[in-house]
């Protein structure tokens, strides 16, 4: 069972319209999300639209993980650009995720750092980042795909000083408000995760501009890799 994570409808819709035409779907609400269950490509694939932020992401990732028991999670949406080699439209596949604005500086720690765990920092798995990167190249060949850290906090990052921050502290190549939050559940559950990222907007002082006009374009992009994904994981396993 390969478990699907996005935060909003028009980031997810693509792909449960293409489950629909393969099969019927089963439907259950749990904790206030619908989770639509059935196959494609092939695949036993649940979906789920989390809503937008860390505790929403988190709650959809444990009841796939422990209700569902999915043996991998993959989560698709946007996200702000944090290199300036990453354009709008372009991919970024998470080789580690962390939550940019845990903050608990005051106490010693660095930004970044959740206290008395094991790791702040949560591996993606390389399997999944491969299939994605292979893909990618195949279904959206005008974009560039980039491999790297998906930091995530309940802001949208929209001025530069915030952006700079962020770069400082932790790193990484975009920003958005969930992926880090299910790579930190799928952690503690043992499930390998994958977090993809299509790029909506610079995280500058012209995000709240560039993110409406790019952001279909940047949700395309992501449902074609997403759905390249699953079907080229139907031939491999």
Known sequence: MIGIIAAMDKEIDGIKNMMMEECEVDKKVISGMEFWQGTLYDNDVVLVRSGIGKVNAAMAAEVLSTVYNVKSLINTGIAGS??????????VLSTEAQEHDMDVTGLGYKKGI????DTSVYKADERLAGIAQE????????IKVFLGKVVSGDQFISDKAAKQAIIENVGGMCTEMEGAAIA???????????????????ANDDAE???????KKAINNSVKLVSGMLSLMAQLD
């Open 209 to 215: 501009v560039d993110y409406p006009s790019f952001q």
């Open 184 to 202: 930190h559940v799928a952690h503690m559950n043992d499930v390998p995760f994958l977090i993809i990222r299509s790029i909506s907007d610079k």
């Open 135 to 142: 893909v990618c190249h195949k279904v959206n060949p005008d």
């Open 114 to 117: 959740i206290p008395d765990q």
């Open 82 to 91: 944090l290199d300036d080699r990453i354009d709008i439209g372009d991919i």
